[in-house]
């Protein structure tokens, strides 16, 4: 993999509440890199939120963060360092029942022919 040949984006995605919600998906062909991680809770009382990554090549789901409380219209963020994921890893989000929060995931993808799912 060329270190300078990749794509940056972000994804957003309002979460429906009390469910799990895949917000990234890695593609074929791809690694990538998260680089930012940041969920908001936009709604009066403390919530609380789940994250999970799926690692395809194991069929196996690991919690980042097991239950976050986020406060009234405040947020978490977690950057200053990286999460690999290879094609069809993916992140997911599972907010509280009755919660209001939204997702935002930063990833820099580069292209890897070895990477499939």
């Excluded at 930012?36 to 395809?56: C, E, M, P, Q, V």
């Excluded at 976050?68 to 094609?87: E, H, M, P, Q, W």
């Amino acid at each position: 993999m060329d270190r300078n040949s990749f794509k940056s984006r972000s994804i957003g995605a309002q979460l429906t509440a009390g469910v799990e919600n895949i917000v990234y998906t890695c593609p074929n062909n791809y690694t990538s890199h998260i680089v930012l991680l940041f969920a908001s809770n936009r709604a009066i009382g403390n919530k609380t939120l789940a994250i999970k990554w799926y690692d395809a090549s194991t069929d196996i789901e690991y919690y980042l963060i097991g239950g976050y409380v986020i406060s009234a219209y405040s947020f978490l963020k977690l950057d200053g360092s990286y999460l690999t994921l290879n094609a069809g890893d993916h992140i997911c989000f599972i907010p509280e029942a009755n919660s209001t929060i939204d997702a935002t995931l930063t990833v820099e993808e580069f292209y890897d022919p070895t990477s499939r799912q």
